[in-house]
């Protein structure tokens, strides 16, 4: 089957285009693609150096708008397309992800055209544009009818339908709607294709069966690489949940990832059975070993420490008495290879793992952490999340199986000073955070210096996080 995929592209940064041919190439590695310019690009030479690395045609275009051309944009692009002969024309943004091959064999026999459909059943349904695949006898089709060339599409007042009216009085009009106005003058079909997850704005969650995800703004090229994980963990005399649960946490590693364990002024031996049982973890760089001398535990402080050291551009929290099972790794990685986000346990698993927390690095920093007027037990994490999805992050909640956690009594447990009681301490927790977001605080610790220790690692070598 020969599908050819056309991207057009406006003002695009060079790297978000390189990302999403990145993707592209990933899942069709000979497919036949051109790039269109509509209008002069502002980094056209290095566009041209992103065309060439990828075997994309490149064709500089004239700036068409729909208000002034009509429907010459598509006329272009069909244009362009009919030449390779397609089976599939696939007309995709460069803010979409192609993450695997589409199965073009599930969509509908009488559609023309197929996507995401959106606002089904309304007059102003559509095939969303960030992923459109119009069959190879429908772009032949539609250029053998002239419709395209119509004066009639120059005045979207005319035959826009429904939340058209808005784009309209802006002085805009997208170039999805004006297909879908040609579709309905030539009594065309068009049908939804549940692999292609394409979106005006990006989901809080993507659709995990999708071989298609739109929109991810703001890509680089980093992005199309699978990130390294951080996993976090810090311990104050608990290393009877460490000799549980390290080595099993090390024995499923991804050569990629490392564990960054913050000793957090143990007394109980901690450091002599790391460097007895886990030397060769610390030499291989699998597992980095560090000492904070402190005699009271503060669990916000030491876990910003510990992320602080952490090296991989993802950083998640893996409390002393969580496993980290096979493919919760590579789970966190298909996650964030979707771009920004926060992850964290179901309220099923709440005080043993709804603590497990990941995001990006830079976000985390962003964000200023932990806040570290949390001393005690609880929300110090539960701020953390509330933070990250008011600054705009999508939360994701981690399957349960990758949510598996060591049970013990909640007697161990330190509460804020003042606190003597679970309910007293969640009362403290929820007081901070609240009055932080109802002041718009979403970067917590400001005018402090934070997250910051002087550390021994395993070798002696003192280090500052």
Same mark, same amino acid.
Request: aromatic share 10%.
């Given at each position: 089957?020969?599908?050819?995929?056309?991207?057009?592209?406006?003002? *695009?940064?060079?790297?978000?285009? #390189?990302? +999403? /041919?990145?993707? %592209?190439? &990933?899942?069709?590695? !000979?497919?036949?693609?051109?790039?269109?310019?509509?209008?002069?690009?502002?980094?056209?030479?290095?566009?041209?150096?992103?065309?060439?690395?990828?075997?994309?045609?490149?064709?500089?275009?004239?700036?068409?708008?729909?208000?002034?051309?009509?429907?010459?944009?598509?006329?272009?692009?069909?244009?362009?397309?009919?030449?390779?002969?397609?089976?599939?024309?696939?007309?995709?943004?460069?803010?979409?992800?192609?993450?695997?091959?589409?199965?073009?064999?599930?969509?509908?026999?009488?559609?023309?055209?197929?996507?995401?459909?959106?606002?089904?059943?309304?007059?102003?349904?559509?095939?969303?544009?960030?992923?459109?695949?119009?069959?190879?006898?429908?772009? *032949?089709?539609?250029?053998?009818? #002239?419709? +395209? /060339?119509?004066? %009639?599409? &120059?005045?979207?007042? !005319?035959?826009?339908?429904?939340?058209?009216?808005?784009?309209?009085?802006?002085?805009?009009?997208?170039?999805?709607?004006?297909?879908?106005?040609?579709?309905?003058?030539?009594?065309?079909?068009?049908?939804?294709?549940?692999?292609?997850?394409?979106?005006?704005?990006?989901?809080?969650?993507?659709?995990?069966?999708?071989?298609?995800?739109?929109?991810?703004?703001?890509?680089?090229?980093?992005?199309?690489?699978?990130?390294?994980?951080?996993?976090?963990?810090?311990?104050?005399?608990?290393?009877?949940?460490?000799?549980?649960?390290?080595?099993?946490?090390?024995?499923?590693?991804?050569?990629?990832?490392?564990?960054?364990?913050?000793?957090?002024?143990?007394?109980?031996?901690?450091?002599?059975?790391?460097?007895?049982?886990?030397?060769?973890?610390?030499?291989?760089?699998?597992?980095?070993?560090?000492?904070?001398?402190?005699?009271?535990?503060?669990?916000?402080?030491?876990?910003?420490?510990?992320?602080?050291?952490?090296?991989?551009?993802?950083?998640?929290?893996?409390?002393?008495?969580?496993?980290?099972?096979?493919?919760?790794?590579?789970?966190?990685?298909?996650?964030?290879?979707?771009?920004?986000?926060?992850?964290?346990?179901?309220?099923?698993?709440?005080?043993?793992?709804?603590?497990?927390?990941?995001?990006?690095?830079?976000?985390?920093?962003?964000?200023?952490?932990?806040?570290?007027?949390?001393?005690?037990?609880?929300?110090?994490?539960?701020?953390?999340?509330?933070?990250?999805?008011?600054?705009?992050?999508?939360?994701?909640?981690?399957?349960?199986?990758?949510?598996?956690?060591?049970?013990?009594?909640?007697?161990?447990?330190?509460?804020?000073?003042?606190?003597?009681?679970?309910?007293?301490?969640?009362?403290?927790?929820?007081?901070?955070?609240?009055?932080?977001?109802?002041?718009?605080?979403?970067?917590?610790?400001?005018?402090?210096?934070?997250?910051?220790?002087?550390?021994?690692?395993?070798?002696?070598?003192?280090?500052?996080?």
């Amino acid at each position: 089957m020969n599908i050819v995929f056309g991207l057009t592209v406006h003002d *695009e940064p060079a790297g978000q285009i #390189d990302w +999403c /041919l990145t993707w %592209l190439r &990933r899942a069709y590695p !000979s497919a036949p693609v051109f790039v269109v310019s509509d209008g002069p690009h502002p980094y056209e030479s290095a566009v041209l150096a992103v065309c060439r690395q990828h075997r994309a045609h490149f064709e500089r275009g004239k700036r068409l708008k729909v208000l002034e051309a009509g429907a010459a944009w598509w006329q272009r692009f069909f244009t362009l397309g009919h030449a390779y002969r397609p089976d599939w024309l696939v007309k995709f943004d460069a803010d979409t992800r192609i993450r695997r091959c589409v199965d073009f064999s599930k969509a509908a026999s009488t559609a023309d055209v197929i996507g995401r459909v959106t606002t089904p059943g309304l007059p102003h349904e559509n095939v969303q544009g960030g992923f459109q695949a119009i069959r190879g006898s429908a772009v *032949e089709r539609i250029l053998d009818s #002239d419709e +395209c /060339l119509s004066l %009639l599409w &120059r005045d979207p007042a !005319s035959w826009a339908r429904g939340e058209c009216g808005r784009l309209i009085r802006r002085g805009e009009i997208s170039t999805d709607f004006t297909l879908m106005a040609i579709l309905r003058a030539l009594r065309m079909h068009w049908a939804n294709h549940d692999e292609i997850d394409s979106h005006w704005r990006a989901p809080r969650t993507w659709c995990p069966s999708a071989a298609v995800t739109h929109p991810h703004k703001g890509m680089t090229p980093a992005d199309a690489e699978p990130p390294g994980i951080s996993l976090c963990m810090t311990c104050y005399n608990r290393l009877s949940f460490l000799q549980q649960t390290l080595p099993r946490n090390l024995a499923c590693l991804d050569p990629r990832d490392e564990i960054v364990l913050l000793d957090y002024g143990s007394t109980d031996g901690l450091g002599d059975w790391v460097r007895m049982a886990l030397l060769d973890a610390l030499r291989d760089g699998r597992l980095k070993y560090f000492r904070a001398e402190t005699s009271r535990w503060h669990v916000s402080h030491a876990k910003n420490v510990a992320h602080r050291l952490a090296t991989r551009r993802v950083v998640c929290n893996l409390d002393a008495d969580n496993f980290a099972p096979a493919g919760f790794a590579d789970w966190l990685r298909e996650v964030f290879l979707d771009g920004p986000a926060i992850t964290h346990g179901d309220a099923q698993s709440y005080g043993g793992g709804y603590g497990r927390i990941a995001l990006f690095k830079e976000d985390f920093l962003r964000l200023g952490g932990y806040d570290e007027r949390f001393v005690g037990w609880s929300y110090d994490d539960e701020d953390l999340r509330r933070r990250a999805m008011a600054s705009g992050l999508r939360a994701v909640v981690t399957p349960a199986p990758f949510i598996t956690f060591l049970h013990h009594s909640h007697a161990i447990r330190q509460f804020a000073p003042g606190a003597t009681t679970q309910e007293e301490d969640l009362a403290f927790g929820r007081a901070i955070s609240r009055g932080s977001l109802a002041q718009g605080r979403l970067r917590a610790n400001q005018g402090q210096v934070w997250g910051r220790a002087l550390v021994r690692c395993f070798d002696g070598e003192l280090v500052a996080s």
